[in-house]
Every structure is written in C-alpha cells, then in structure tokens.
C-alpha cells in the first residue's frame, strides 16, 4: 500500500509540475494586422474582442491553425496567419518631404516695376550752342523743351 501511495503522489507532483510548465511555455506573438478574437477555433464562432496590429498576446496553445491567446482583455482564438512570433517590427514611417513650390515667375517680378525701354532717360542733355559761332546765344527752359536764342 505505501508503495501505491509513493506512486500516486509523485503522480500528482508530476501533473503539477507539467500543469505548471504548460503555463510558463506560454510563447509571445504580435498580430500582424488588426483581427477578430473568438470564443472558438474558427470563422463559425462568436467573435469576443479585436487584436490591433502589433498588440502583444501570450499564446497559449494552437489546435490546426488557431491559436488560444491571452491578453489585456477577453482571451480567445485567434488565426495563426496573423499572429507572428518572431517579433513586431514596426513599419518605419518617414515624414514626407515637403519642397517649397518652384514657380516659373518673369524676370521682373523682383522688380516692383517694369523695365524702363532703354531709350528713356528722366534728364536730357541741355542743349548746346552750335560750335564755331561763339557763346552769343542764350538757351532757356520754354513750355516745349530748352529754346535757344541766338547764334
């Protein structure tokens, strides 16, 4: 009878201890996009919460291609296809480059105002006395433009 005993409880310290290092060989994994968690191994099951892509879960165990997660919230049955157990890497999302606008604008648009034709000149020349005939004339600003008198 001792002997009966010895074996049934070393039974019982076995099935705890396998009891207790199922849960510890609980293997994490990260949803590869977002997906429904089920009350069931399948698509015919109720669905109880949504994984987000890359929330962590701890699975538990799989049975074909579903596998028992625990998790913040409802635990259930997730596909295999979107859990991935070697580790959520983060999309790199780079901000876009933003390049000021490149107009093709005229010349004188820096210019506050047009060009000036390059025969416009804001002071003429004052008229000259004609050469050889001496200093005896006499130039004057009249309503038309500089008169002279004279030689």
Same mark, same amino acid.
């Given at each position: 009878m001792a002997l009966s005993k010895k074996i049934i409880a070393g039974g019982i310290a076995v099935l705890a201890l396998l009891g207790t290092a199922g849960a510890a060989m609980a293997a994490p994994a990260f949803a590869t996009s977002n997906v429904n968690v089920r009350s069931g191994p399948g698509t015919s099951y109720g669905v109880v919460d949504t994984l987000r892509r890359g929330e962590r879960v701890e =699975?538990? +165990?799989c049975q074909g291609n579903w596998c028992f997660v625990e998790k913040r919230g $409802?635990? %259930?049955w997730v596909s295999a296809n979107y859990l991935d157990r070697g %580790? +959520? &890497?983060p999309p =790199? =999302? &780079? $901000? $876009? =480059?933003v390049r000021p606008p490149v107009w093709d604008r005229p010349p004188h648009w820096h210019n506050p105002r047009p060009p000036r034709p390059p025969h416009w000149n804001p002071r003429p020349p004052r008229p000259?006395?004609?050469p050889g005939h001496g200093g005896g004339s006499v130039c004057f600003n009249g309503p038309n433009g500089y008169v002279c008198l004279g030689n």
């Open positions: =699975v538990e +165990y $409802p635990d %259930g %580790g +959520y &890497r =790199v =999302v &780079r $901000p $876009p =480059v000259q006395p004609w």
